[in-house]
């Protein structure tokens, strides 16, 4: 019997859903339903500050709100056939999800007053969320601020990651060293996604290719033999902001084909039988903590294939429903945007799909993969990019193998038609490099395999085509583009800085929360008094919530009054956070020896995590924890100097920082960084840049003016000139402040009992081949330094420089980022969802 057609063309099951009256969105409301939910879902009984429940009982009642919206979004997709954009990630950095929903929805007042009336506050109910820690750092994040600025500018874009059992790692610090936790944060239930079994792909490992004919006596290949392993999707709903659209992420677990193999079992081997469930389940057990530079593990090569498999299958799943097998519209309907070259996996795998799968030709397949793919760098260090052994894809993705082979063999040929008898050029570019160990160089397949390519900031973008991909850019000029990236507004400003968003709001109204460039109205009001004082007000309150979670996480209490000059980010060695440790000591020398003159009272907060394999990175932190100790244990810096590692810096953490610090360190080697965001959430909530001209930097000190930015340090100009004649040795012999800085290092003044501690880093600085180039870089940040100290003893002055950092960020919101994508690239149309 055929379903009863709706006016809005829908079967009967969507008229139900569509039809059931709107849920209410009032406090008496959300009361009523938290309360159902925790009681009678959650079974819990007393409700207490310390009660988890209650977070969890809340989050349920806003994700029914969500997920109407979320039916009502989906639905307007598909009648309507969008384009779409998947955009596939490794990582997406989530951070805490309920007062972003809240806000999105426009729910905070109403959540509010529910739990004031259960003797709660918001902020205690949120702070019991778990980071969803299912990413690194910046690239991580990216792509989760990337995801709410689709869903605020109503783009039909579906994120595509990995359900990690264990994200990120809890650092903690125990006598100065890093020391790793594991993450469990699934160990309580994750409210927000929702299981899709139905949805379920098989992903496939090892066996080998083989030729076959097919009825048609067609010559073809398929992948047999294979050890299978079940993919399980959950999604997480991505409300826009105030627009009814909710997007999806979709995240893979992965799981055993067969609980397990039930003749083992009974033939009485149940390890055995318990095993292969256990080497399916860790494809997914944990995020690799990798910080730019990639580590070569099997298990990392799997999980790449898993998300990049499943996914693209569940878009194949969707397409056959609605076109059935006429693939013509593919790359029409659908763009996939590679996350760096973490799921460069898809352009062999989308082949491998349309050829064996869908029984299209090479020419075919490739037309279509090769309009559908857009590749995103995200690095300019060589070392970071990622190859992978050839050995490696023989044993476990053979076929992909093969179809690397050809895609590598066709692209030679274009490349040797070019260049007739240019060898050399075709051994710098061949997708796999020469030697005895052969290796996939995953960003060329990327590159070949992609209609555009895109780095990241003016400069990277920039640096790539002169470097990196040089020879790429002069095949194919048209592919490259730059997409300077951004953070959201709604959590990097209005969510985590509430007090400075009333304040703005107060001034030039709500809409720059959906229109940031509107912060430019702020500059008008930078020297009026009132409103400097009302500004300080809240940055002052914003410096006494850092302090505190200093306080509880270091037990270190510094007062509100000191400059906060913040650097937080992954610890990396071009990130330089030894430059800024040589400040600290300096600054330390010159009190030792009298010379208060210029300083002022000022604390060096600096956070981020080392890899855990990253020895040197590891040393770096031990450094400053050492270094620290001693600063903070004399009493007579007390008030005037103090250096702090704040432990564990996650997302959440950052929602803190960024709206109390008053000097952003942004002092990366030029040409190392290829963005940051960092640097553009602080400069958002009004701390200044100390930095360097890399990444964003340029562009943040050109929309703010040079005198609203310390700039020091060489240019990459400079450093590239100046990199086969560096001393360093001369340097500091050169320079009595460096000199003495460096003899107080190696004297154990910070290393009494502990022999041995700054020894790797004495020798990074002093070496002629740091790449780095930390040395060159000291006195011009000094003196820097010293113009900080100059300006912000100048109260009303630092006040107007805040006021027009602020004020000139507005483009650096990813709504602006994102309609780049579109224009350039996506060109997507925006979704309206369908009226309740
Ligand atoms: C923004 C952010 C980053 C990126 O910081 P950079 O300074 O750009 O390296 C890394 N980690 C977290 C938790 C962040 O919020």
């Known amino acids: 019997m055929n379903a009863p057609e709706s006016e809005t063309g829908l079967s009967a099951d969507h008229i139900e859903l569509l039809h059931a009256p709107a849920l209410d969105m009032s406090a008496d409301a959300l009361l009523r339903d938290l309360t159902h939910y925790f009681g009678r879902t959650l079974g819990r009984r007393t409700i207490s500050k310390q009660q988890p429940y209650v977070y969890q009982a809340l989050t349920y009642a806003v994700r029914d709100r969500l997920m109407e919206r979320w039916n009502r979004t989906n639905i307007a997709v598909e009648r309507a056939d969008m384009r779409r954009t998947c955009y596939m990630s490794l990582e997406f950095l989530m951070g805490r999800l309920l007062t972003n929903s809240l806000i999105s929805l426009d729910l905070k ?13 918001l902020e205690d109910v949120a702070e019991r969320e778990h980071d969803a820690g299912l990413g690194n750092g910046g690239l991580g994040r990216l792509a989760a601020c990337f995801l709410d600025s689709c869903a605020t500018l109503q783009l039909p874009v579906i994120g595509y990651g990995i359900r990690y059992q264990y994200g990120m790692f809890h650092q903690r610090i125990e006598n100065g060293y890093q020391v790793e936790e594991p993450d469990p944060w699934l160990r309580v239930e ?30 073809r290949r398929r992948w047999v033999h294979t050890h299978d392993v079940l993919a399980i999707p959950y999604d997480v709903p991505i409300p826009g902001y105030r627009n009814d659209v909710v997007n999806t992420l979709r995240l893979w677990s992965a799981a055993a084909t067969d609980e397990f193999d039930l003749d083992e079992f009974n033939a009485g081997d149940y390890a055995d039988a318990v095993a292969a469930k256990n080497e399916a389940e860790n494809i997914t057990m944990v995020l690799y903590p990798n910080a730019a530079t990639e580590s070569g593990q099997e298990l990392r090569l799997r999980q790449q294939y898993f998300l990049v498999s499943a996914s693209l299958q569940d878009i194949m799943r969707d397409w056959r429903q609605r076109h059935g097998d006429d693939y013509s519209g593919f790359a029409e309907k659908l763009c996939v945007q590679l996350n760096d070259t973490h799921p460069a996996l898809a352009v062999p795998e989308l082949m491998r799909l349309l050829m064996d799968h869908c029984y299209l030709s090479w020419n075919e397949a490739w037309e279509i993969t090769s309009q559908t793919m857009a590749y995103t760098n995200h690095t300019l260090l060589p070392e970071a990019l990622e190859q992978w052994p050839v050995a490696m894809f023989e044993t476990l993705l053979p076929r992909l193998l093969e179809i690397i082979y050809e895609i590598n063999a066709r692209f030679i040929q274009e490349i ?19 030697g005895p160990h052969k290796m996939v160089r995953m960003a060329y397949l990327s590159i070949v395999g992609s209609f555009s390519i895109n780095g990241v900031a003016q400069l990277h ?3 790539l085509q002169k470097g990196l991909f040089q020879d790429f850019a002069e095949l194919w000029p048209e592919r490259f583009n730059n997409k300077t990236n951004g953070v959201t507004p709604r959590r990097w400003l209005a969510a985590c800085n509430p007090g400075l968003s009333d304040l703005i709001s107060s001034q030039i109204g709500t809409e720059w929360t959906t229109d940031l460039p509107q912060l430019a109205g702020l500059a008008e009001v930078a020297e009026d008094p009132d409103f400097q004082q009302r500004w300080r007000n809240v940055r002052a309150e914003n410096k006494q919530r850092l302090a505190k979670l200093i306080e509880t996480r270091t037990g270190l209490t510094i007062s509100p009054a000191m400059l906060f000059d913040v650097q937080v980010k992954r610890i990396h060695e071009y990130k330089r956070q030894l430059l800024n440790l040589l400040h600290a000591v300096y600054l330390y020398d010159r009190n030792q020896r009298g010379q208060h003159d210029a300083q002022l009272p000022r604390a060096i907060i600096i956070g981020g995590k080392a890899a855990p394999g990253y020895v040197m990175a590891k040393n770096i932190i031990k450094a400053i924890n050492n270094v620290a100790k001693v600063i903070n244990s004399d009493r007579r810096l007390h008030d005037k100097l103090r250096l702090i590692f704040l432990p564990d810096y996650n997302v959440s953490a950052m929602e803190v920082i960024c709206t109390a610090a008053d000097l952003s360190e942004q002092i990366s080697t030029a040409g190392k960084e290829a963005s940051g965001t960092g640097n553009m959430k602080f400069m958002m909530n009004g701390a200044i840049t100390i930095g360097t ?54 004297s154990g003044h910070f290393n009494r009992f502990e022999p041995g501690v700054f020894d790797s880093i004495l020798h990074a600085i002093r070496d002629p081949h740091d790449p780095w180039m930390t040395a060159a870089d000291f006195r011009s940040f000094i ?7 100059k300006s912000y003893s100048q109260r009303d002055l630092w006040t107007a420089m805040s006021i027009r950092n602020t004020a000139a960020s507005g483009t650096f919101s990813t709504d602006r980022t994102i309609k780049n994508y579109n224009d350039d690239i996506w060109r997507l149309d925006t979704v309206t969802p369908l009226a309740p």
Not at 417 to 426: C, E, K, L, V
Not at 724 to 733: F, G, H, L, R, V
Not at 783 to 789: L, S
């Open 783 to 789: 003196d820097a330094q010293e113009r900080v100290a």
């Open 461 to 463: 973008s920039y640096l």
């Open 190 to 219: 994750f409210p927000w996604e929702i299981e899709r079994i139905e949805l379920s792909q098989t992903v496939r490992f090892g066996g080998h290719s083989e030729a076959y004919a097919d009825h048609e006596g067609k010559q």
């Open 416 to 434: 040797s038609a070019q260049w007739p008898g240019d060898n050399a050029r075709i051994e710098r570019m061949s997708l796999i490099s020469p």
């Open 693 to 746: 001209l890399d990444g964003a930097n340029v562009e943040i000190r050109e929309a703010v003016g040079d005198e609203n930015f310390f700039l020091f340090g060489l240019t990459v100009e400079q450093i590239e000139a100046q990199r086969a004649t560096y001393n360093p040795q001369e340097i500091i012999a050169s320079d009595a402040d460096f000199a003495r800085v460096i003899s107080l290092l190696e």
């Open 109 to 121: 007042g109403p959540a509010v007053e529910a739990l004031n009336r259960l003797g709660l506050r």
